[in-house]
């Protein structure tokens, strides 16, 4: 009856069943018992203990499987048939969600998890936003609880999924793929030993398009890495390392993510491709501010201050402003206009402020900020648009000011700079304060 159910529907060519369902009420009620306690029932025929945690081993040896096995396999293949055919919204979260409940019950057939992953891989990938949420958990509990290569498959599958609806990126699509990766960072946080093979393999492969743009200098090698798919998962690895960099096994990791960003950003430093410049730098502002690891984005983003058409009066009307968030380049009218020239100085000024703040207690701050205070006066002078003198200004005045400070706290402690211990514990009163 669950199998004639699964198939309510279909053609008469594809089901040849005695029996026939009467009525939606009758296929809802059927739907619904099934759902509900399919799991108990088949734990109860395997002789499981319901009120205990069951493993995937207790399923594989249950000495009732041989009894069992064929209309286990047929309940599950069933109900990845529903699965792929179900197309209300609030049934397939409902029936997701029941489902989960089942995981542990695939352990015995590789094939079965294996299509089980690949169709819910597809409903985390959809529009969809409450079957999404319930297919992360049902894959997440695969994952958790099925023996290896669950795991492995789990990971490799959110991942691709992520990067195949990462290709475009307008208003109605960016929280999808912010939901995506959350949950990328979420299941990433399962096995650090397992997430480290994943995430080399993902990072080098960015890196591999680099180096062959790099190389290539041509057009059609540059679009490769200066895309939306490129940019997302190049965001998205720098979520990943930063959400887990309290886990030693991803800092290896650190070191060459940041090399690809940096090279990311120099490979057509043009003012038109400004906004991917900026969306790297924040990237890496919050992997360097996670891991506690310096980075050099000062010269970043004082290479943009020192673009010409800041130093003119902006020609009113040249163009519209674009979203810099849905934007990775932007045309030759939008980098004259106002309102794109003060994002720009707008969020440079932000960024440089955040990126110096993270070290505004460290023993090398007066030197750290030196040549951004030296670039800061000099844009000031030169500008024509009083509100960005006046920003940069602001920025300049409170870096002398903390420069000022640490130089002054620094002149009285009596150790040299190789007492690395000592260094470390410079300031740490007014760090913690300022956390």
């Known amino acids: 009856a669950y199998r004639l ?60 499987m041989k009894k069992v096995e ?30 989960r409940a089942s995981v542990i019950l695939l352990a015995p057939f590789v094939k079965l998890q294996r299509k089980f992953l690949r169709q819910v891989l597809t409903i985390f990938g959809g529009a969809d936003k409450a079957p999404r949420l319930q297919a992360l958990l049902f894959i997440r509990h695969m994952a958790a609880m099925l023996p290896p290569p669950a795991l492995e498959l789990a990971l490799k599958g959110v991942y691709r999924t992520f990067v195949q609806n990462a290709k475009f990126v307008n208003a109605a699509s960016v929280p999808h793929i912010h939901f995506m990766a959350s949950c990328v960072v979420e299941m990433f946080g ?20 680099l180096r062959g743009a790099l190389a290539m200098r041509t057009k059609d090698a540059f679009r490769e890495v200066y895309c939306w798919q490129t940019v997302n998962c190049l965001e998205l690895w720098a979520k990943v390392l930063a959400a887990h960099a309290d886990k030693q096994e991803l800092r290896p990791l650190v070191y060459p993510l940041t090399q690809v960003l940096l090279g990311t950003v120099r490979l057509v430093p043009t003012p038109r491709y400004f906004p991917l410049r900026l969306r790297c730098i924040r990237a890496l502002l919050g992997l360097g501010k996670a891991v506690g690891q310096f980075i050099p984005l000062s010269p970043l983003l004082l290479e943009m201050l020192q673009w010409g058409e800041l130093s003119k009066r902006p020609q009113a009307g040249a163009g519209g402003m674009p979203d810099l968030a849905l934007q990775l380049r932007v045309s030759k009218n939008a980098l004259r206009s106002p309102a794109f020239q003060e994002e720009v100085v707008s969020q440079v000024i932000e960024l440089l402020a955040e990126h110096l703040s ?43 000011r903390n420069m000022a400070f640490v130089s002054q706290r620094r002149q009285q402690v009596d150790f040299s700079p190789k007492d690395t211990a000592q260094v470390n514990t410079f300031l740490q009163t007014e760090l913690a304060a300022h956390q």
């Not at 209309?71 to 609030?90: E, I, P, R, V, Y």
């Open 5 to 64: 159910a699964c198939h309510y529907g279909d053609t008469e060519e594809q089901v040849h069943e005695t029996m026939k369902i009467s009525s939606s009420a009758v296929f809802n009620r059927l739907m619904l018992f099934v759902l509900k306690e399919g799991h108990h029932i088949f734990l109860r025929m395997l002789s499981l203990d319901e009120l205990t945690t069951v493993t995937a081993r207790d399923v594989q040896r249950s000495k009732r």
């Open 358 to 400: 993270l070290w505004s207690c460290s023993i090398a701050f007066p030197e750290l900020a030196h040549l951004p205070l030296l670039h800061l006066r000099k844009f000031g002078k030169q500008c024509k648009v009083e509100r960005f003198r006046t920003s940069s200004r602001a920025l300049a005045d409170a870096l002398e």
């Open 190 to 209: 399962l096995d650090m030993a397992a997430s480290y093979q994943q995430a080399f393999t993902g990072i080098r492969q960015l890196a591999v398009l």
């Open 70 to 99: 064929g209309l286990l396999k047929s309940f599950l293949g069933n109900s990845l048939h529903l699965l792929g055919q179900m197309t209300d919204s609030a049934m397939l979260t409902f029936t997701l969600r029941r489902l």
